[in-house]
């Protein structure tokens, strides 16, 4: 999978850099990449059974804890919506 990320990549870049600069790029990528499995990500929505604004709330909430927002704050958040 990483190498055709890297057949992506790497042609993506080539009228942007230099022949020298290609190389060192390629040469980059497959070191910090080298021993890492790369698996494309599911994102299909599924049915959940859940009421439409339920799932919005815990959409947001998980949105808010992805970029590391405290629990105590997450709470609030959710509180607050719920009140509204």
Do not use: W
């Amino acid at each position: 999978m990483i190498e055709k990320i890297l057949e992506k990549v790497i042609p993506e870049m080539t009228s942007h850099l230099e022949p020298r600069q290609q190389e060192h790029l390629k040469n980059v990528l497959y070191v910090n990449f080298h021993g890492l499995e790369v698996q494309k990500e599911c994102t299909e929505l599924a049915a959940t059974g859940q009421d439409g604004d339920e799932v919005k709330i815990k959409m947001f909430i998980a949105s808010k804890k992805a970029i590391n927002r405290q629990d105590n704050t997450l709470r609030n958040y959710a509180n607050e919506i719920i009140t509204c």
